[in-house]
């Protein structure tokens, strides 16, 4: 095994407990998809539809197609001094390339680090330089955003990062990655089992994102077992519909579970039922998942007439909390059944299952993949609650991680002492062992499935001349769920003529961050609400813009 430094490995005992109970198979990604082509190379592996930056027309790749794309790209990458152990940040929109580059790496025992489309220069820069990445890939322009000169203008700050890959026909001053591919050597060792596969991004509750190591072990192990629960085989078709790097689409059961089950992957590139419901039609899409805002758009459209949904058969939803009323409509007006998913990319899944009765469907968040899943809801100091209080979630299991990387002082707050994650949701146990999520204790806003780190987006607004503190909390929104509202207060000199929230706004973009990180709207006071001990009361900022949300 390839000790990667700063990662936490399971404890021997529980590694010895998983391999023996069959959850540890030894699989390798890189081998899973050799199989399956030497199995059924010539049935569809992945549809991309084009219409996006990267191809203007359709493609359709089998799996002895990506297979041996995948081959192709490892060698050309290789050739380019791409080495096993090495972080290459992925930055794709719902593209065909996004399985051939992440298999390629997965082949050379390099780690992909999964960034997502909305992510920004100061999220970038922070990845490549946090993980000291040796490459980059991104498309040329897409949603009228040029990567190129990002990638330019991180490239100038960090001289390790020596390969800038761009997807698409112009790649400016960088490297085509369809110039990549060759005929070249393979990698001359592959990566073991229980080798991290790629580095996946935590939701955050602190001031920069964390990474979070998963093992070729422990991830295919959660996609078995969601394929199962999902009743996932090789005639399922997948619509990728979120981005395709988050975990959720990803992992559950999402693009690599369907790939394991001889399945079909299609790409879609806009989430929007006008562009989804068509080609679920044209495709026979038979499963596909959605964070709560996009299950309620597509219940609209579906309810105002639009049609094209009919081979559905599961609908998962999570990411974020999806109302029982919402939940109740999506058997009557899709046809399909429900499947809630509560999942966290630092591990534990949960879902409710295809049999459960719909009560438990509609109201419950499902419960762990895995029997070997530890499950603790906990009071303030750590002792468990009775079944139906609620409390701490804290998970231990085959798939979740020991800590996250190079962090050793995150970690010793986010894990427990006998290596429990404190996964920061409140939640309640049901008889029957489902969860219902019932809230946050950590601090960060869940924005319709976009987490938003108060701390993160605080340091921020702290950059700015005028502001001497600030304090970022959730507001109620009918639509995402959570929106976040920026209570500041300013520097004396700049009370008398305060700057506009608009401009603190454009402020923070300007930083050159995510969009949906920028603050839906920013309140201005004259000092925080504080807590007992001294510290700026959330809650009460939190309970004044609701109630000032519900008056206006
Ligand atoms: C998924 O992963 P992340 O890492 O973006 O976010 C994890 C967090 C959870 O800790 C929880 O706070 C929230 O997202 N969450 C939910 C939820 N699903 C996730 N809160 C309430 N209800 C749900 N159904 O979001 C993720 C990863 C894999 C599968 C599904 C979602």
Redesign the pocket.
């Known amino acids: 095994m390839t000790t990667l430094e700063g990662f936490t490995p399971y404890p021997a005992e529980f590694a010895e407990r998983y391999r023996a109970a069959g959850h540890w198979r030894g699989e390798t990604f890189g081998r899973m998809l050799r199989e399956r082509a030497a199995a059924h190379g010539e049935r569809t592996a992945v549809v991309d539809p084009g219409g996006h930056s990267v191809a203007a027309t359709e493609r359709r790749w089998t799996y002895a197609e990506l297979d041996l794309r995948a081959d192709r790209m490892a060698a050309g990458l290789l050739a380019r001094g791409v080495r096993s152990g090495d972080r290459v940040v992925v930055q794709l929109p719902n593209a065909a390339e996004f399985f051939e580059v992440v298999f390629a790496l997965f082949r050379i025992g390099a780690l992909p680090v999964f960034a997502l489309p909305a992510h920004r220069y100061t999220e970038i820069g922070y990845f490549c330089s946090f993980t000291d990445a040796v490459a980059y890939v991104v498309p040329a322009v897409e949603g009228g955003f040029d990567y190129r000169e990002l990638a330019s203008r991180v490239r100038a700050e960090n001289p390790g990062l020596r390969l800038v890959l761009v997807a698409g026909e112009d790649a400016g001053e960088h490297v085509r990655l369809a110039d990549v591919p060759c005929d070249g050597p393979g990698p001359a060792e592959e990566p073991e089992p229980g080798d991290v596969a790629f580095l996946q991004l ?2 955050g509750s602190t001031g920069v994102p964390k990474l979070i190591p998963r093992t070729h072990d422990d991830y295919i192990y959660s996609l078995r077992g969601s394929v199962d629960l999902c009743g996932q085989d090789a005639d399922s078709v997948y619509l990728c519909v979120l981005p395709a790097a ?3 689409p990803l ?2 059961p999402g693009s690599l579970g369907t790939l394991y089950a001889g399945g079909r992957v299609v790409l879609c590139p806009q989430p929007s039922p006008e562009t989804a419901f068509p080609l679920i039609e044209r495709e026979g899409v038979t499963i596909t998942g959605l964070v709560p805002p996009l299950a309620l758009l597509w219940l609209e459209a579906a309810e105002r007439g639009a049609t094209g949904y009919r081979s559905l058969r599961v609908l998962l939803v ?5 109302s029982t009323e919402a939940a109740r409509r999506v058997r009557p007006v899709l046809g399909c059944t429900l499947q ?7 591990g534990l ?1 949960n879902y409710t299952r295809l049999d459960d009765p719909e009560e438990l469907i509609t109201t419950t ?1 499902g419960r762990p993949i895995s029997p070997d899943d530890e499950v603790r809801v906990v009071d303030d100091q750590d002792r468990d609650l009775p079944d139906g209080a609620t409390g701490h979630l804290l998970t231990r299991g085959p798939y979740t991680i020991r800590g996250y990387w190079k962090a050793p002082e995150h970690n010793a707050n986010s894990f427990t002492a006998d290596g429990f994650y404190r ?3 409140l939640v309640r146990r049901t008889p029957t062992g489902h969860l219902v ?1 019932e809230g ?1 204790a950590k601090d960060q806003i ?1 924005r319709g ?1 976009e ?1 938003v780190a108060a701390e993160e987006i605080e340091n921020h607004l702290l950059a700015h001349p005028a502001v001497h503190d600030a304090a970022v909390v959730s507001m109620p929104d009918p639509y995402l769920g959570e929106r976040t509202c920026a209570y500041v207060v300013l520097r004396a000199e700049h009370r008398e003529q305060p700057p506009k929230g608009v401009e603190l706004k454009r402020f923070v973009r300007g930083r050159g961050l995510a969009d949906y990180k920028v603050p839906d709207r920013v309140e201005f006071v004259d000092a925080f609400p504080a807590t007992g001990i001294g510290k700026v009361s959330k809650k009460d900022l939190r309970a004044a813009i609701a109630a000032s949300l519900t008056a206006s």
């Open positions: 935590s939701g988050h975990n959720f992992s559950s999570g990411g974020a909390k999806f809630q998913v509560f999942g966290m990319a630092e899944v968040q996964t920061g949701d999520v946050r869940n499935g987490k």
